[in-house]
């Protein structure tokens, strides 16, 4: 029997449209900056969120379209973006369909084994970004399953670069991202906190303090970047025989400074090696 014509209607329906499940602080961050990176046009892009007032703050920001519910929104998409916490993961993927689909988590720990088993007909991708992404200043490492296409991991990299920059990684090496940029703003504003602690002790108004420690944080950050001298080489520059500068190197390596660094981005690895196997 001939088969009869193919309705290929639905398909170009969501061929180009991009579906967000969770839109708490990361998930705006990309769908801003997807919008300005002119990745996605508002009238293609879909959210479904448990909270019915992040949903209505989202579309009123952004004027993308709501769905009632997490699998409507998988429907009317080719591309899925899991924002969603790890703990409430299983309960958002709780009888999900997604044939055919490119499904992008975002959440810390997950591994892609946990998606192959409940979202079997998909082909998913894990995705690292972090907290300067708001600002579009972020990192994020991406790792594709075996199943993925080479447009897939284009399509990611085109939507996560419009909040930062990114890089591949294989999946085994996700923990240590996780440690080390996932983690390391954190760590990065606890220096700075503590900088600004240190500037109205020695007298500074506490604005003035802020302002120069953020600044100087950014300015070294910068000029790593545009000198493309290593971190050794600038601190060596800075760093003048009986000076200022080495008293102060002095304290941080009395106190083990590096070792403490080394090892708070360790055993934030840790932590996500842990919940992974949870």
């Not at 941080?252 to 934030?268: P, T, W, Y």
Request: aromatic share 4%.
């Amino acid at each position: 029997t001939a088969a009869g014509p193919v309705d290929n209607s639905s398909i170009m329906a969501n061929k180009n449209k991009l579906a967000f499940i969770g839109c708490g602080k990361m998930a705006e961050a990309l769908i801003g900056g997807i919008l300005k990176g002119k990745a996605f046009t508002a009238k293609n892009i879909i959210v479904f969120d448990v909270d019915p007032k992040r949903l209505q703050a989202a579309k009123k920001r952004f004027g993308v379209t709501v769905a009632r519910n997490n699998q409507q929104a998988v429907d009317l998409a080719q591309t899925v973006i899991l924002a969603v916490k790890p703990q409430g993961m299983k309960n958002a993927l709780n009888g999900i369909k997604a044939k055919n689909k490119l499904v992008i988590s975002i959440a810390a720990g997950v591994k892609l084994a946990f998606f192959g088993e409940l979202l079997p007909e998909s082909r998913i991708i894990r995705a690292m970004p972090n907290n300067p992404a708001l600002v579009a200043k972020g990192v994020t490492a991406l790792a594709p399953s075996r199943q993925c296409r080479e447009a897939d991991t284009r399509l990611a990299r085109r939507l996560f670069s419009c909040v930062g920059e990114v890089v591949d990684v294989p999946e085994k090496l996700m923990d240590a991202v996780t440690g080390l940029s996932g983690s390391g703003p954190a760590f990065v504003y606890l220096f700075i906190e503590a900088m600004i602690e240190a500037g109205v002790l020695l007298g500074l108004d506490g604005k003035k303090a802020e302002k120069l420690a953020t600044a100087t944080v950014l300015g070294s950050a910068e000029t790593i970047r545009a000198t493309r001298l290593s971190p050794r080489a600038l601190r060596k520059m800075v760093t003048s025989p009986g000076g200022t500068t080495l008293e102060g190197i002095k304290a941080l390596e009395g106190k083990e400074f590096r070792q403490i660094v080394i090892g708070s981005v360790v055993a934030a690895a840790r932590r996500s090696r842990e919940l992974s196997e949870q």
